[in-house]
């Protein structure tokens, strides 16, 4: 697609998405080009605009709400292929009826029924339980959707590779995963919630490690802070956190002081750093019934053994995020005078993360690699919130389950593409504009330097 022709297809995109527009008996809102793959029979994330012409396969990367809108119990536009667990979750909180839903395993090439011999393997998206990347491959043999911009290429003989990011934190096992490594991908789109130089938070396991340790220390009554350069302890935030340290070992909870953590969470998401806080408490997770159904939905029989329905007997309570909050935590805590005396509760976001005052919002490709590459993060790093007291800590966490600037980045850097359609943050002009200038450097990047590849630190981050 030419340049004119892409500008073209994004403002008939933002017609489309016309916030003012009231669907009524017999019409429908278009669906914008990048919810149909180019060329095939096949509309992702789509569920809002209804029955699209010529699709014939609808694909949903996972069971949050912003891509599922309007999927429902009377659902009957066409078959719905997702992960096992997404199959799972949405039969359950959506009453979808099971003959529409159609689980596809995990990293097999499988065959799309009706879409003229389309293969599509799902792989693992390190977003939220069930949610996947589409890695697809094939001919384009149909105009489908409701764009005006058409193929140029369907009927003919070449083959298309085209890789749906849906939500996902970009990591190296993406871009060696055994579909995608050597290949061209003529499309990825791309999740770009976080396409922002500003949003560089740290790796995800770092952070998972560091709420795990920090509870645990706080539980076990021991030291917080760590020792400075010269040896020196910060004896008020220690004193502060608990009051009855004197040195390693001392204040440790007794039964009239039990401390409750609580992880605030989304109806899915955030289920690693829960898991891990419980293990490092040697603990049981409560939830209500509503949540504890939704978990197991999730294929995670390592959770399912942690779950409780015993609040006195889970250490560790789960939440709604919004809950992570001084005014609604003291109430909920109260309800469990004279069983648990303290309550500490984190709050794991991406929103948590503030770049530091001064920091260049135009940086260089190589910086931006060298910044991140650098980054560590500890339980030290976890600071308290405002209105945090002895009784109730909260603590923000800077963890997102979508990709930073800087594993998108390396990410763009690391595998081959043609073409990078944004998903996110696509609402204005402005803002596409913006998103397209790091596309261009990225794609500059990789003309400077031949085969460029982002060595990572480990198999699960960069």
């Not at 096949?42 to 996972?62: E, K, M, N, S, W």
Request: charge should be positive.
């Amino acid at each position: 697609m030419t340049s004119y022709k892409e500008n073209e297809a994004w403002k008939e995109a933002d017609a489309a998405e016309d916030r003012s527009f009231k669907p009524t008996r017999g019409t429908r809102r278009k669906a914008p080009f990048y919810k149909v793959l180019q060329g095939m029979p096949i509309a992702v994330d789509a569920f809002r605009y209804g029955t699209i012409p010529g699709v014939t396969a609808y694909f949903l990367t996972h069971a949050h709400s912003d891509h599922y809108t309007n999927l429902a119990s009377n659902w009957k536009s066409g078959p719905i292929y997702c992960s096992e667990d997404t199959a799972n979750l949405i039969i359950h909180m959506l009453s979808v009826d099971r003959k529409w839903v159609h689980p596809i395993p995990m990293n097999v090439p499988t065959v799309v029924p009706n879409t003229g011999g389309v293969m599509v393997t799902l792989i693992e998206a390190n977003h939220c339980p069930g949610s996947c990347l589409f890695f697809f491959e094939g001919q384009q043999t149909v105009n489908a959707g409701d764009s005006a911009f058409k193929s140029q290429y369907v009927g003919s003989s070449k083959f298309f590779r085209y890789l749906h990011c849906g939500d996902f934190r970009a990591s190296p096992r993406h871009v060696l995963h055994p579909a995608v490594k050597g290949k061209h991908i003529d499309h990825i789109y791309l999740d770009t919630t976080y396409l922002d130089p500003k949003y560089i938070f740290p790796p995800q396991p770092l952070v998972i490690s560091a709420c795990a340790e920090l509870a645990r220390r706080l539980v076990a009554g021991e030291v917080i802070s760590p020792p400075d350069a010269s040896g020196k302890r910060n004896s008020t935030m220690d004193s502060w956190m608990n009051p009855s340290t004197s040195g390693e070992g001392k204040g440790r909870q007794t039964p009239q002081e039990r401390i409750l953590v609580i992880v605030g969470t989304y109806s899915i998401g955030k289920e690693r750093i829960v898991k891990a806080v419980a293990q490092a408490l040697k603990t049981k997770i409560y939830c209500d019934a509503r949540k504890a159904a939704i978990l197991r939905c999730q294929t995670d029989p390592e959770l399912h053994a942690l779950l409780t329905s015993d609040p006195v007997e889970g250490g560790v309570h789960l939440l709604p995020l919004g809950m992570i909050s001084s005014d609604k935590l003291k109430p909920y805590v109260q309800r469990f005078k004279g069983t648990f005396s303290r309550a500490v509760g984190f709050r794991p976001t991406g929103w948590t993360y503030t770049p530091p005052s001064g920091s260049d919002l135009s940086p260089t490709i190589q910086s931006i690699i060298s910044r991140g590459q650098s980054w560590s993060f500890s339980y030290a790093d976890l600071r308290p919130m405002q209105r945090s007291t002895y009784a109730i800590q909260m603590f923000g966490v800077p963890y997102s389950e979508h990709s930073s600037f800087f594993e998108l980045t390396c990410f763009a850097l690391s595998c081959d593409w043609g073409r990078m359609i944004a998903t996110v943050n696509v609402g204005s002009e402005s803002s596409r504009a913006k998103m397209a200038k790091w596309v261009e450097r990225w794609e500059a990047e990789k003309k400077r330097v031949q085969e460029l590849f982002v060595p990572p630190r480990t198999a699960d981050y960069w």
